[in-house]
């Protein structure tokens, strides 16, 4: 979710709010989501960004980067996010 956060602040600087463990919200709406699953010894990650657009939920309210302006494509968006990522699981791997 670090990972996320960090990737979103590169496209739209305010950012978004962490709804630990495993969502990004921005200004109370949903922008991401995160699942884990293991499988073996391995854990397999998903993450869904709204990038271009967002569903319009019944239950809940949900935003894109693009409903704020912030315009990325998702190749970009993976390069910025992959970088993020490593990053973050080196430092988890080495400090805990």
């Known amino acids: 979710a ?4 960090e990737a979103v602040r590169v496209f739209l600087p305010r950012g978004g709010t962490l709804k630990w463990p495993n969502d990004l919200l921005i200004d109370g709406a949903k922008l991401s989501g995160i ?3 293991r499988a073996g ?3 397999v990650i998903g993450i869904g960004v709204n990038l271009a657009h ?3 939920l019944p239950d809940r309210p949900a935003t894109s980067l693009a409903a704020h302006d912030a315009a990325v494509d998702p190749g970009t968006f993976n390069d910025v996010l992959a970088e993020a990522f490593a990053r973050w699981l080196g430092l988890w791997r080495g400090e805990g």
Not at 2 to 5: K, L
């Open 54 to 56: 967002h569903p319009d």
């Open 2 to 5: 670090v990972a996320v956060e």
């Open 41 to 43: 010894d391995a854990v």
């Open 35 to 37: 699942l884990l699953e």
